[in-house]
């Protein structure tokens, strides 16, 4: 069974930094793509970064690209996701997604990780 | 990037009623579109991948359609377990992007 766990999330005051992790089990971690996904609290989805399954690939939204830093460590079957100089419109539950086949097409999702910034 | 409209915003119908949400992407995305349904509290799930490919285990009621610009979700018979909102998502250019999603409710 695909198991993908975050962690990492909690309260971080404007202009702070945070680590997520997530772990993932289930599968063959190394061959597939990897996503962050946010969503703040009553919005929408917002795709955050991507990063390919050798790391070869990495992509991320505007309105995080020089602060966040997506990597993986396929030896240890987890994804992460470096957040620097964090905004109050940074807050938002974050989801570890796996891509399904084709990068760009999420099939698994873990239970997300809340992350809240405030002074 | 690519914006992703999505319509309308929200919508009531009724149990057994044909529901169609549509979305449309500021440029020809081919058929690189996928539609998810979330639920309260809950992470998304892949419904529709490929604009018109039926994942695993996804009741039959559930279909989209479309192709370069213009695509339609359609629920056949509304059931009272789909009240979700469900977003259109694009991954033609990554990161992929997300419409703004439709909050199906029930009449």
Redesign the interface.
Known sequence: EVQLVESGGGLVKPGGSLRLSCAASGFTFSSYSM?W?RQAPGK???????ISSSSS?I????SVKGRFTISRDNAKNSLYLQMNSLRAEDTAVY?CARD?A??????Y????TLVTVSS | DIQMTQSPSSLSASVGDRVTITCQASQDISNYLNWYQQKPGKAPKLLIYDASNLETGVPSRFSGSGSGTDFTFTISSLQPEDIATYYCQQYDNLPGTFGGGTKVEIK
């Open positions: 996503n996904v929408g989805l917002e795709w955050v970064s991507s690939y992509y991320y939204a505007d989801y399904r084709v990068a760009g097409t999420v099939n999702w873990g239970q997300g």
